[in-house]
């Protein structure tokens, strides 16, 4: 069974750009989560989708969105970029909704340079 | 939700010793506490998770231990190995959304 595919795996942007990444989860697993990874800040949970809604939100501003497809695909856009938001975006899929629920399977990243 | 305070942040032991990561959190409605150990440039993976209605849990060499009443949780890897080096970050969750701590760096020495 492939895991946890995302798109781009890594991109450079400049200030005021936006950008689009992508997530494709394990097939059968219709929940997906988007985390920000930062030296010294961890794990950070942006929001998570289960049958094309977005059922939780993390504590970011509204440049941070997302949306899931009926094939639970998810995309996450982030607009106007700051020199912040230069990151490791993870997606994770898992198979039933909500953070408590179990294991998360996370993809290997897309890594965001801003300049 | 509230976050989650982890330490160390690094943590340096000889091959065969044990480690002991520690983890806060404040949030009362936390349930679930898992653990994932991210090795150099891959994605990060679950090792080992404990639930609320549990005090332990152990498996091989890794176990977690949680203290609801002092709002506390540790993870225990005894008889280390070179490839436990990783970072390994713990989280608490609830029905809304899951914290995850800071990360500690752990270096196994052989």
């Known amino acids: 069974k492939a895991g946890v595919t995302q798109t781009p795996r890594y991109l450079i942007k400049t200030r005021g750009q936006q950008v689009t990444l992508s997530c494709s989860p394990i097939?059968?697993?219709?929940?997906v989560s988007w985390y920000q990874q930062t030296p010294g800040q961890g794990l950070q949970f942006l929001f998570e989708y289960f049958s094309e809604t977005q059922r939780n939100k993390g504590n970011f501003p509204g440049r941070f969105s997302g949306r899931q497809f009926s094939n639970s695909r998810s995309e996450m856009n982030v607009s106007t970029l700051e020199l912040g938001d230069s990151a490791l975006y993870l997606c994770a899929s898992s198979l039933v909704v909500g953070p408590s629920t179990g294991e998360l399977f996370f993809g290997e990243g897309s890594r965001l340079t801003v300049l | 939700g509230e976050n989650v305070e982890q330490h160390p942040s690094t943590l340096s032991v000889q091959e065969g010793d044990s480690a002991v990561i520690k983890c806060t959190y404040s949030d009362s409605a936390s349930n679930y506490f898992p653990w994932y150990k991210q090795e150099l440039g891959k994605r990060p993976q679950l090792i080992i998770d404990i639930r609320s209605n549990v005090g332990e849990k152990k498996d091989q060499r890794i176990a977690v231990t949680l203290n609801k009443t002092a709002k506390h949780f540790s993870l225990h890897i005894t008889e280390t190995q070179p490839e436990d080096s990783a970072v390994y970050f713990c989280?608490?969750?609830?029905?809304?959304?899951?914290?995850f701590g800071a990360g500690t760096r752990l270096t196994v020495k052989p």
């Open positions: 097939s059968g697993h219709r929940s």
């Open positions: 989280a608490q969750a609830d029905n809304n959304d899951m914290r």
